[in-house]
T-cell receptor, first 111, second 111 residues
């Protein structure tokens, strides 16, 4: 199993541009999550999904959108990039017992 | 909302020393998780705890789920340079689908 994979690893965006961060898991987990981590800080939950077709907001959802059309994929969409969205983004999936497994992250710089 | 207090915030120790860190919560959790994050990487799950009083080991790491269900401890024995990183605790309660993360303990090991 590859676990949780994320693409791209790094991206530079101009203010106002849009992009989609991809996340895929091959563990057949129903639960998936998107977090952001600012330098020297902990993880903040952006959105999560408990299964295909179901998504819900986390702590910091503003400026982001998600979709969950399949069990494997959980893309995160930034529509109008802002400097405040410069961060490292982590995707995770969760087992039925609650343990979350994280991807390697996407580093985003908005200039 | 729920808060997790993780201490210490940072530790600078000599190689070979034992390390202890802990997390305390204002409310009860049903699951405690401990993660390690290396620079530029995603958090990696070290130990998962599911029962009050549970003591679980993973090599030189040992973690305990507190009897009150409001705290957890992580011990590292005979530290080595590759133990350097940030350690996060995370708790999940029965009512939610989300993890609450501690602020992290930054561990530095002097060879």
């Amino acid at each position: 199993n590859a676990g949780v994979t994320q693409t791209p690893k790094f991206r530079i965006l101009k203010i106002g541009q849009s992009m989609t961060l991809q996340c895929t898991q091959d563990m057949n987990h129903n639960y998936m999550y998107w977090y952001r981590q600012d330098p020297g800080m902990g993880l903040k939950l952006i959105y999560y999904s408990v299964g295909a077709g179901i998504t819900d907001k986390g702590e910091v959802p503003n400026g982001y959108n998600v979709s969950r059309s399949t069990t494997e994929d959980f893309p995160l969409r930034l529509e109008l990039a802002a400097p405040s969205q410069t961060s490292v983004y982590f995707c995770a999936s969760r087992t039925t017992t609650g343990a979350q497994y994280f991807g390697p992250g996407t580093r985003l710089l908005v200039l | 909302g729920q808060q997790l207090n993780q201490s210490p915030q940072s530790m600078f120790i000599q190689e070979g020393e034992d390390v202890s860190m802990n997390c305390t919560s204002s409310s009860i959790f049903n699951t405690w998780l401990w993660y390690k994050q290396d620079p530029g990487e995603g958090p990696v799950l070290l130990i998962a705890l599911y029962k009050a009083g549970e003591l679980t080991s993973n090599g030189r790491l040992t973690a305990q789920f507190g009897i009150t269900r409001k705290d957890s401890f992580l011990n590292i024995s005979a530290s080595i340079p590759s133990d350097v990183g940030i350690y996060f605790c995370a708790g999940q309660n029965n009512a939610g689908n989300m993890l609450t993360f501690g602020g992290g303990t930054r561990l530095m090991v002097k060879p």
